[in-house]
């Protein structure tokens, strides 16, 4: 089975702080993604990365950035955490660009 | 750009039953694909059933089916015989083929299995 780990369940950070989320993916997979979740939105996708120190912009990428340095693990930078950041932040990985996201089980981040 | 429509934030069924989920989408293009996603309380996503845009043959996983219209852009996931562990969040996806499988997501229905 496909195992994608997240390495916070839940993580409480002051404004202004700079914030890194970690997600590691064990099954050599091409494409990683970073999503928010907020009730009433549904799933929005931050940045994704397709390769190694490749990385694209998705539909919110305003307030972060993020980092590929090795295959297997992809960062999510908030550079100056907000208060409006607070949310549950999910990752995902896929082999190629025909197959399906597998996810990792969250984290419930609160900027206070 | 896409989008995806969930029109029904709750439902509630009862055990054994049968209960139909909706979502339309909206895309120009011809060859896609089409996924049902349940997030438990436990909070990971799991993929429920998987529909590819040039099959006619509507999806089936067990007590899961899709009444897939593509010609109305609409995408139903079907639960029979609902167990209390059917209960979840629901997220209907569209992907464009060869986009670094990027989801475009509903924002979800809740369903509540009751006994």
């Known amino acids: 089975d496909v195992k994608v780990t997240q390495s916070s369940r839940y993580l409480v950070k002051r404004t202004g702080e700079k914030v890194f989320l970690e997600c590691v993916q064990d099954?050599?997979?091409?494409?990683m993604f970073w999503y928010r979740q907020d009730p009433g939105l549904g799933l929005r996708l931050i940045y994704f990365s397709y390769d190694v120190k490749m990385k694209e912009k998705g539909d919110i990428p305003e307030g972060y950035s993020v980092s590929r340095e090795k295959k297997e693990r992809f960062s999510l930078i908030l550079e100056s955490a907000s208060t409006n950041q607070t949310s549950m932040y999910l990752c995902a990985s896929s082999w190629d660009s025909n197959q399906p996201q597998h996810f990792g089980d969250g984290t419930r981040l609160s900027i206070l | 750009a896409q989008t995806v429509t969930q029109s029904q934030p709750e439902m509630s069924v009862q055990e054994a039953e049968t209960v139909t989920l909706s979502c339309t989408y909206d895309t120009s293009e011809n060859n896609y694909y089409l996924f049902w996603y349940k997030q438990p309380p436990s909070r990971q996503m799991i993929l429920v059933i998987r529909?590819?845009?040039?099959?006619?043959q509507n999806a089936t996983e067990n007590r899961f089916s899709v009444n897939f219209q593509k010609a109305a852009k609409s995408f139903s996931l079907k639960i029979s015989d609902s167990q209390l562990g059917d209960t979840a969040m629901y997220f209907c996806?569209?992907?464009?083929?060869?986009?670094?499988?990027?989801?475009?997501f509903g924002t979800g229905t809740r369903l509540q299995v009751t006994l």
């Open positions: 996806a569209f992907m464009n083929t060869g986009t670094a499988s990027k989801l475009t």
């Open positions: 529909q590819e845009a040039y099959k006619q």
């Open positions: 099954m050599d997979h091409e494409n």
